[in-house]
Nanobody, 121 residues
Framework: QVQLVESGGGLVQAGGSLRLSCAAS????????MGWYHQAPGKQRELVAR??????TNYANAVKGRFTISRDNANTVYLQMNSLKPEDTAVYYC????????????????WGQGTQVTVSS
């Protein structure tokens, strides 16, 4: 069984910073791309940033230059968020494209439970 567990959300003033973490655990054969999405009230879930297993990244235009996605060798992905704005307020979800050991010929997208980020003006 595979799980993604997020941490690091919270309340911050505009201009502040937060760092989100997401750790994948379980019987994993391989992790391909990992990413962060966010969903504001009444809106669809949107891509924030994504990173491949080779380290290539892409970002939503709204966060370029402010957010940085990274990952380590221990199945964890991070999102460093600087210069936060009130419009960044949302629930942030991580996801990962994972080949589980029990079915390693297939890749499945797993999601975390979400962590709230609130930026006050």
């Amino acid at each position: 069984q595979v799980q993604l567990v997020e941490s690091g959300g919270g309340l911050v003033q505009a201009g502040g910073s937060l760092r989100l973490s997401c750790a994948a655990s379980g019987t994993i054969f391989s992790i391909n791309a990992m990413g962060w999405y966010h969903q504001a009230p009444g809106k669809q879930r949107e891509l924030v940033a994504r990173i491949t297993s080779g380290g290539s990244t892409n970002y939503a235009n709204a966060v370029k230059g402010r957010f940085t996605i990274s990952r380590d060798n221990a199945n964890t992905v991070y999102l460093q968020m600087n210069s936060l704005k009130p419009e960044d307020t949302a629930v942030y979800y991580c996801n990962a494209d994972i080949q589980p050991r029990s079915d390693y010929s297939n890749t499945y997208r797993y999601w975390g439970q979400g962590t709230q980020v609130t930026v006050s003006s």
